[in-house]
């Protein structure tokens, strides 16, 4: 799987935003997906996840009630809608091919890893 991130950004706290991940190859609709972020210095940070049907997913805490996840099977593609955006938000954002069907919050279960978009929110 060759994974694409696109999406991201500078925006004023309390914008929006959408993150798109284009997949190509054919497990694209068997493998859970996932959103990570890194900031210079730190590690990279789980954000959201969601499993091969796009029934069940997890958020980390910091973006619950913020952020929603979703797929496309049809298009091969993960979304991530960020809305009320914050300064701490501020990250290199990369999407993640799981490897199997199921959602992960640590990144040792991710087998591909696209290049990531930057997201800048400005105070």
């Known amino acids: 799987v060759q994974l694409q991130a696109s999406g991201g950004g500078l925006v004023q706290a309390g914008a929006s935003l959408k993150l798109s991940c284009a997949a190509s190859?054919?497990?694209?609709?068997?493998?859970?997906m996932g959103w990570f972020r890194q900031v210079p210095g730190k590690e990279r940070e789980f954000v959201a996840a969601?499993?091969?049907?796009?029934?069940?997913?997890d958020y980390a805490g910091s973006v619950k009630g913020r952020f929603t996840i979703s797929r496309d099977n049809a298009k091969s593609a993960v979304y991530l809608q960020m809305n009320s955006l914050k300064p701490e938000d501020t990250a290199v954002y990369y999407c993640?091919?799981?490897?199997?069907?199921?959602?992960?919050?640590?990144?040792?279960?991710?087998?591909?890893w696209g290049q990531g978009t930057q997201v800048t929110v400005s105070s």
């Open positions: 969601i499993n091969w049907s796009g029934e069940n997913m």
């Open positions: 190859g054919r497990t694209f609709s068997r493998s859970g």
């Open positions: 993640a091919a799981a490897q199997d069907s199921y959602y992960y919050t640590r990144s040792s279960y991710y087998r591909y």
